[in-house]
């Protein structure tokens, strides 16, 4: 399967508690995006890197959440603390980041990570 | 004013009916522009890009309006398959992150 996978695909935590996703992205995407999705809304974006550099951190990402992509490949999502309000739905997604609109910017998503907090 | 609005629906449409759906954006600086489709507890897959001079997939249509800030969505002879929701994505400026609508729901019926 060469497209986003993420893991684990459900994540059942109790308040307070670390977790961390992990999503590998298409291999030949140079950039990855995290979002999140709740019940009725469309993904809010949370952050996205250019090779490992990460270039934007959306104001919904607190200072509980922290990604990281070390190699320019796979990226990791850890929420510090979890509160019942992180429940959602954690997407990643990759898309080329070069070349000409919009193909640089045809992002393909992971299957997600199913977060629910109690 | 949100950045990507969409009217949330549902559409309630008979199978073979022509539907449309529409998109406003509020950055004049946006450079791209897709719909997606999204499957119920699913992930979006992406549907069509959207160009300037408009595009054609089959029975889907997309136009893109840049001088009132416009996207469009056109399915012809829809089928029970095509029920989903359409999300509206644009991204910014400088063509780094992609800011979705929150979806237009379909519900094709027999």
């Known amino acids: 399967d060469t497209g986003v996978s993420q893991d684990p695909r459900h994540k059942i935590t109790k308040r307070g508690q670390n977790v961390t996703f992990r999503c590998d992205p298409i291999?030949?995407?140079?950039?990855l995006y995290w979002y999140r999705q709740t019940l009725g809304q469309g993904p809010e974006f949370l952050t996205y890197f250019q090779n490992e550099a990460q270039l934007e951190k959306s104001r919904l990402l607190s200072d509980r959440f922290s990604a990281e992509r070390p190699k320019g490949s796979f990226s990791t999502l850890e929420i510090q603390r979890t509160e019942q309000g992180d429940s959602a739905m954690y997407l990643c997604?990759?898309?080329f980041g070069l070349g000409r609109p919009p193909r640089n910017t045809e992002a393909f998503f992971g299957q997600g990570t199913r977060l629910t907090v109690v | 004013r949100k950045e990507v609005e969409q009217d949330p629906g549902p559409f309630n449409v008979p199978e073979g009916a022509t539907v449309a759906f529409n998109c406003t954006y509020s950055?004049?600086?946006?450079?791209?522009f897709f719909w997606y489709r999204q499957d119920c507890r699913k992930e979006p897959k992406l549907l069509m890009s959207v160009y300037s001079s408009g595009n054609e997939d089959g029975r889907f249509t997309a136009q893109l309006n840049r001088a009132s800030q416009y996207i469009s969505l056109l399915i012809r002879d829809s089928k029970l398959s095509d029920s989903a929701t359409y999300l509206c994505v644009v991204n910014d400026g400088t063509a780094s992150k992609l800011t979705f609508g929150t979806g237009t729901r379909l519900q094709v019926t027999l």
């Open positions: 291999s030949e995407h140079n950039r």
């Open positions: 950055n004049s600086a946006s450079q791209s």
């Open positions: 997604a990759s898309s």
